[in-house]
């Protein structure tokens, strides 16, 4: 392995690590918006179970993640009731699911503030 070769390798894997910190912590805050604790953004499977109880999902609906294909459609419909919780749209929502590099710490530093969902039962009686 040339010189040239390790430092792209190395300018790359700075790059990723750098990402995936950004996300953390993005998730983390949105998290704390919530009323959740930050540090579960940091805990594989446990964040997913966090996430749906903000989007106001069961959570056994973790367990539906974990099916390949199905987990894709799960995923978006657990974004878009997460953008609605926090008072954006589909598009939001959509941009969450696709691109959350970009989207997590807009939803995280900016102003959007949680409101809790309502439950599925007061939903379907109004």
Known sequence: MNGMQSCGSGFFSFIYISVLVLV?????????????P??????????????????????????LMLIPLVNIVILLLVKIDLARAFGKDTAF????????IVFYPLLAFGDAQYRKPAPAAAIIQS
């Open 93 to 100: 929502a959509i941009g969450l699911w696709l691109l959350p």
């Open 38 to 63: 930050g540090w579960a953004a940091i805990v594989p499977f446990y964040n997913l179970y966090i996430l749906c109880k903000i989007a106001g999902k069961p959570g056994w609906w973790v367990l």
């Open 24 to 36: 953390v912590i993005a998730l983390w805050r949105v998290f704390e918006k919530a009323g959740q």
